[in-house]
């Protein structure tokens, strides 16, 4: 052999031994094979999801809050709370007192046309800024407080919407959480049932 086929030998060797090598590598790793992708970054078009508001409508919201807060007329609104507060507290520990039922009845009957008179329209005629301003209105921490007492009060049941006049049904259901179906029975037992 010259000196040429050796080195061609040798070169040939050095190809094999570095192509099994990588083979054996390869299939070491599950042959992966790797293709070229080209991809774009899409960029997010809308600034707020359904399940995360932007910030800065939260603070606009939570600065409205505070400003209904001062309002000298939230005064009156702090009182209707306060009433619809405890005619819930006393309906939820003595829902078989009739006494107790009618107040609940008067009590959030008052703070639903509160705030329907606040809101001065009716549904799809409303603007924005004037639902932004009903739900600041009323979204106080008296107000969270009067909505739970509320609620626990419908959920002794006795109380239906058929107690309530038909034009704020939909504003005594939001603000007692009750949702129209939900019946609960009654906790009373009349005597007659003994």
Excluded at 158 to 168: K, N, V
Aim: some cysteine; glycine content about 4%.
């Amino acid at each position: 052999m010259n000196e040429m086929g050796a080195t061609r030998f040798a070169l040939t060797t050095a190809m094999l031994f570095a192509s099994a090598f990588a083979l054996v590598s390869w299939a070491a790793h599950g042959f992966p094979v790797y293709i070229p992708v080209m991809s774009l970054e899409a960029k997010p078009r809308i600034l707020a999801s359904f399940g995360s508001p932007d910030q800065s409508i939260k603070k606009q919201h939570e600065e409205l809050v505070r400003q209904y807060e001062q309002d000298p007329q939230n005064a009156k609104r702090d009182e209707l709370r306060l009433a619809a507060i405890q005619a819930a507290t006393a309906y939820e520990l003595s829902p078989c007192e009739p006494s107790f039922k009618t107040e609940y009845i008067r009590s959030l009957t008052a703070y639903a046309q509160a705030y329907e008179d606040f809101l001065g329209c009716s549904g799809w005629s409303c603007s924005d800024s004037k639902w932004d301003a009903v739900a600041a209105a009323f979204d106080s921490p008296l107000d969270r407080r009067a909505k739970e007492a509320l609620h626990k009060a419908w959920a002794q049941g006795g109380i239906s919407e058929a107690d309530f006049p038909a034009a704020l049904e939909r504003r005594i259901m939001e603000r007692s959480n009750g949702y129209h179906g939900d019946k609960y029975p009654s906790k009373c037992v009349s005597s007659a049932a003994e």
